[in-house]
């Protein structure tokens, strides 16, 4: 059983004591000198140590006390007014840090001397960021300073920011502070502080790790509150509006995570494990989380947070490189994999070479059992503690399999998927009604397009599911691709109006796992054929320019499993005739004025009709899924990047390698006219992708009640017959020209009303011979660039924002990478 230290120093113990007394004392003296800060209207000397001692020798304050203390209009107030004063008071915070890393604060004193100073830079950061007079301010060096600032002769005219960082470093690996002392006393020499070698100090066994030491909750708070501040310098993006081009590095991130850094890889290698080894359960005693508090989940929040922000893409770096997924054959061993050098990011560089599998495996297992944590049933309520930080989990994923492929590999080579899975679909499924977690939903969809573009994800997707996870849809048995497609409809037709300008990319995720389904549900398949149905009505069609795609990408879908998994999908060819009319009806969809006209008159002002769907009984146990509480805070987003920029396409061959298509600017014309029933199936599939390219940036991306963003534009004639032209039927033609008279045949003969009975006819029924040459399969693959970078930036900051509430870091300072909005 692992060991639990609560140490008892004398010291804390003592300062416990007087701290009843002290602290009220303590909390006036440090408000007092703050008043002396905001009042002083001369310049204090750097070398009054009296005067700046009160802030951090003298006191004993909390994070919070720092926080209620030091008001932010006085922080403005003394940036304003008295520049000198405060530049002096970062200045000595900085330098008492430094020297708290050069001594490895042996006393009890000099760690709370330490926390004093990090707390109180924490609270002032912000302020500097907000003015862009400021940002430099500690990327520049102080004259005559840096000389008693800096431990090594090299480090002569360091910049502030550098010293801060390396400090923190240093701090995060110290022994008795942060890490536990391998020797009996502590080191008492400067010398045997900086020879430590932190590797043999990582703070939790995991990759590259294997001892895993004593749990102690002082080194946990200490951690945190350090990794609070590093958050902090890392937040200057926030102040920065966003911009397409995603060439500005974080100096900050980017000097921290370079080789200036001793500790770059026991940190990040630190961070990582304390991630992935937590396990919120416990020891399983329910309710334990209500007796005491978990330092440690505190430590993970901030550990994740870190790990998410100073994992960037680098522009044009070997990064980059980790992007080309490549068939797992011809994938290079982990030293041949990077560039000379690899990323200059240590971080992005060390996650993107790991690649032992039990190392793989233990992220891989680590992920799953936090993500899987809130949807854990116990027959006590609220017995077992509820992790609040999937969103960053996601994130961190989404990171994993974006910078290396081999991980990627590794979590699609078995099942082990669907454990990342179903609490991804769980969130998609839960959030779908409430606005403050669109960009929740938008992550799921991100990490589903991406694996939907490898072969092995479809192929998982069979796997029958048994869990009964509650969850607000229709009970059904079936498997794990049953379960996508539930969800996905359900979030079409009962999400809010924001997420239409996700409903591409679903449908995309759908058209990629389509070739590999063997068996869809009739559940399933019905909801299928209901998006169909929605999406064909001539008023929908007309009322926007790219409405048609979504038509397009469900007849690939039928396409897909016709020509490739006919035998097992006898549901789906039952959904198809049963909903024939649906497929005659879009072959004779009227393109002339008039009839586009009164199409449009009839338009619907509610989303997709409910109706035809039949809702069974939603699982046991389950919530219905709500929208925001009133009043909740939520952050802006950037706008959702076509599904044309995020994916490259690519042809799969006859021997399943994948072979990527050249990427056409200009709209390929088809003099062709399709036959009545459309173009031939593989021709359309290309042809419309080019029109996608086309009318994708023709219009904004609202879709079904937009009003407003179609104003400028209307459906004709021509364009109605441009696209009409290429509708994919004529494989679901051929299949009903061939089926339909079969199955009447069979009912009159028999006088056949029973379902199963046609099912069954179905199910041995074959089309060999009778359909179109198949297609070619094509897959969508997603492919990184400069938009989504700049979209997850904001979503990652905004995240971190909202989470960091206890203190309020960011709370009322001036944020330009997105806007706080009430909802």
Known sequence: MRQIVLPVDPGRQQVAGDRKMGNADSKLNFRKAVVQLTT??????????????????????????????????????????????????????????????????????ERQTVLNCTRLLTRILPYIFEDADWRGFFWSTIPGRAGHLDHDADDEGRPLAESLLLAIA?????????????????????????????????????????????????????????????????????YLPPSPENKVLNPWISFFCSTENRHALPLFTSLLNVVCAYDPVGYGIPYNH??????????????????????????????????????????????EEQEPGGPDNLFVNYLSRIHREEDLSFVLKGLARLLNNPLIQTYLPRSTKKIQFHQELLILFWKFCDFNKKFLFFVLKSSDVLDMLVPILFYLNDARADQSRLGLMHIGVFILLLLSGERNFGVRLNKPYALRVPMDIPVFTGTHADLLIVIFHKIISSGHQRLQPLFDCLLTIIVNISPYLKSLSMVAANKLLHLLEAFSTPWFLFSSPQNHHLVFFLLEVCNNII??????????????????????????????????????????????????????????????????????????????????????????????????????????????????AGA???????????????????????????????????????????WKAKLPLQTIMRL??????????????????????????????????????????????YQANAGTAMWFRTYIWGVIYLRNVDPPIWYDTDIRLFEIQRI
């Open 170 to 238: 240093d701090l995060l690996f110290c022994p008795d502070f942060t890490i536990q002392s391998h020797k009996k006393n502590s080191p008492d020499t400067a010398d045997d502080i900086r020879a430590i070698d932190s590797c043999e100090y990582i703070w939790e066994a995991g990759v590259g790790f294997a001892q895993a030491p004593p749990l102690n909750y002082l080194h946990d708070l200490n951690r945190t509150e350090l990794l609070k501040l590093l958050l902090t310098c890392f937040s200057e993006a926030m």
């Open 290 to 335: 209500l007796l005491f508090s978990d330092y440690r989940e505190q430590l993970v929040e901030q550990a994740v947070q870190i790990l998410i922000v100073t994992l960037e893409h680098e522009a044009g770096s070997a990064a980059s490189a980790a992007l080309q997924a490549l068939d797992p054959s011809t994938s290079p061993s982990a030293e």
């Open 563 to 676: 020509q490739y998994q006919f035998d097992g999908n006898f549901n789906l060819v039952y959904a198809i005739i049963r909903k024939r009319s649906v497929f005659h009806q879009l072959a004779n969809l009227p393109s002339d004025t008039a009839s586009i006209q009164r199409a449009l008159q009839k338009k619907k002002r509610t989303g997709i009709s409910r109706t035809n769907s039949v809702e069974n009984e939603s699982m046991e146990g389950s919530r219905p899924a709500v929208p925001a509480e009133p009043g909740t805070l939520k952050a802006s987003l950037e706008a959702t990047p076509g599904i044309d920029k995020i994916t490259e396409k690519s042809q799969v061959s006859q021997d399943g390698t994948m072979v990527t298509l050249p990427h056409s600017d200009s709209p390929h014309t088809s003099t062709k006219s399709g036959i009545a």
């Open 736 to 781: 009903l020209q061939v089926l339909v008279p079969q199955v009447e045949k069979i009912c009159i003969d028999k006088g056949l009303t029973d379902e199963s009975e046609i099912l069954k006819f179905l199910q041995h029924g074959t089309l060999v011979g009778l359909l179109p040459v198949p297609h070619p399969i094509l897959i969508r693959k």
């Open 40 to 109: 002083k209207t001369q310049p204090v000397e750097a070398s009054d140590d009296v005067f700046w001692d009160q802030f951090w020798v003298d006191s004993f304050t909390t994070v919070q006390d720092v926080f209620a203390l030091v008001p932010a209009a006085e922080i403005r107030a003394v940036r304003e007014e008295s520049p000198s004063n405060l530049a002096t008071l970062c200045y000595k915070a900085v330098e008492r840090l430094v020297r708290g890393a050069d001594s490895g604060c042996p006393s009890e004193k």
């Open 680 to 722: 031939s199936d593989s021709e359309s599939n290309s042809e419309r992708d080019h029109e996608v390219n086309r009318t994708q940036s023709e219009s904004a991306r609202s879709r079904l009640s937009s009003v407003s963003s179609t104003a400028a534009w209307s459906a004709n004639s021509d364009w109605v017959s441009s």
